[in-house]
């Protein structure tokens, strides 16, 4: 097994960032960026498996998520797209290849509206689409969210859409969920984290993917409980030198329910286009 080491990076308000870094020093960084509740932990199905193909794989946990300090009140989209650039920054990154899990994509993409693609190299969004308003022009977003109810969709919690796989039937996958999932936040939402995902739902990262001028690849999983698989094309679409690709019998956590699968399209990617 690989081994791992643990640092830290503090942001310029003084917020505590929890890294693990794991695989050769020597090897191009892979940034881990995870998802709304989170923690880095939840990469567990990637690490390994980049770290032995060689990456240096950094696997962060955000401000109010894993190991770092509960969620304070105002924190946005773009403080998380900044906490990425002080990651990329203080680590001394380059030319990394980072990858979003849902709001993680997000975070991505945050930060290349702020900085552009400094110090990254590709970029890869697990399953989130770039605006998850549904309007006439781009119906790719969350299910039942439209202009009628923009203001109350999310006012309490992550709206139950009805589609996908229920929990109970997914057998095997459900396990991976558990596993990589556990300990990774609880299931109630504070105040804070109420504030953080309507400023999420509520932004339009389009312009942001349009601007990337570095490889990128959106995956989708195609039994998505939250919007659908189309958003991977028409993601892809908008970048320059965008690709996609969707995983059948995959939900929402598309790189822990079919993890393996994940892992080939990820890394056969990557490879056909030299970034090892």
């Given at each position: ?7 830290t990076?503090t942001t ?8 693990t ?7 191009r960084p892979?940034?881990?960026?995870a998802g ?19 990456y ?8 109010g ?15 998380r ?6 990651v990329?920054d203080?680590?001394?990154?380059r ?19 702020q ?9 890869v969004?697990?399953d ?14 969350f ?19 009805g589609v996908?796989t ?9 396990l ?28 339009d ?27 991977a094309?028409a ?31 990820v ?7 030299g970034?090892?």
């Amino acid at each position: 097994m690989t081994a791992s080491e643990r640092t830290t990076v503090t942001t310029d308000d003084g917020v505590r960032l929890d890294v693990t870094l794991t695989g050769p020093p020597e090897g191009r960084p892979v940034v881990l960026v995870a998802g709304f509740k989170a923690a880095a932990r939840s990469w567990v199905f990637q690490v390994p498996v980049f770290a032995e193909a060689g990456y240096r794989v950094v696997a962060v946990d955000l401000r109010g998520h894993g190991t770092t300090e509960p969620l304070q009140p105002g924190v946005t989209m773009d403080l998380r797209g900044r906490d990425v650039g002080a990651v990329l920054d203080q680590l001394d990154l380059r030319d990394a290849v980072v990858i979003g899990g849902s709001m993680g994509a997000s975070t991505i993409w945050a930060r290349i509206a702020q900085e552009g693609t400094d110090r990254i190299a590709a970029v890869v969004s697990a399953d989130q689409t770039p605006q998850m308003l549904n309007t006439s022009e781009w119906p790719h977003g969350f299910y039942g969210y439209d202009e009628s109810n923009r203001d109350t969709y999310f006012a309490e919690r992550i709206p139950q859409t009805g589609v996908g796989t229920p929990m109970w039937r997914r057998g095997v996958r459900l396990l991976r969920l558990v596993r990589a999932m556990g300990g990774g936040g609880g299931f109630g939402i504070s105040p804070a984290e109420l504030e953080l995902l309507n400023d999420h739902a509520g932004r339009d990262w389009r312009p942001a993917v349009a601007s990337c001028d570095v490889p990128v690849l959106v995956v989708a999983g195609a039994e998505s409980e939250f919007w659908p698989a189309t958003h991977a094309a028409a993601t892809a679409a908008l970048a320059p030198r965008g690709h996609s690709t969707v995983i059948e019998r995959d939900g929402h956590a598309v790189n822990i329910e079919q993890h393996r699968e994940f892992n080939r399209r990820v890394l056969g990617w990557l490879f056909t286009r030299g970034l090892v």
